[in-house]
Nanobody, 123 residues
Framework: QVQLVESGGGLVQAGGSLRLSCAAS????????MGWLRQAPGKEREFVAA????????YYADSVKGRFTISRDNAKNTVYLQMTSLKPEDTAVYYC????????????????WGQGTQVTVSS
């Protein structure tokens, strides 16, 4: 089973940027599609971005398309989320997770969640 640890969250002003990292343990990391999801207070966990095991295919939620970029380095067992032009509505706890199969576009398609990292965007 893959264990995941997110980092890189913090407080940033609107319009700023952050890069989140998700370090995975286990030799099977490269065989999983990976995703980033987020959960704001009082809201359900929502899909943000996903990447295939090879890195060749990516998907984004409409709300982040053109602003966020997901990538992975299988040699380092790490997946990244580069976030630019941040908005106050991006404030949430961000989680990375392994897909249960192919790329998933909803939280139900993921397992092996990390503990999350807080992103706060001030206006």
């Amino acid at each position: 089973q893959v264990q995941l640890v997110e980092s890189g969250g913090g407080l940033v002003q609107a319009g700023g940027s952050l890069r989140l990292s998700c370090a995975a343990s286990g030799r099977t990391f490269s065989s999983y599609a990976m995703g980033w999801l987020r959960q704001a207070p009082g809201k359900e966990r929502e899909f943000v971005a996903a990447i295939a095991w090879s890195g060749a295919i990516t998907y984004y939620a409409d709300s982040v398309k053109g602003r966020f970029t997901i990538s992975r380095d299988n040699a380092k067992n790490t997946v990244y989320l580069q976030m630019t032009s941040l908005k106050p509505e991006d404030t949430a706890v961000y989680y990375c997770a392994t897909s249960t199969g192919r790329i998933a576009l909803s939280a139900s398609g993921y397992a092996n969640w990390g503990q999350g990292t807080q992103v706060t965007v001030s206006s």
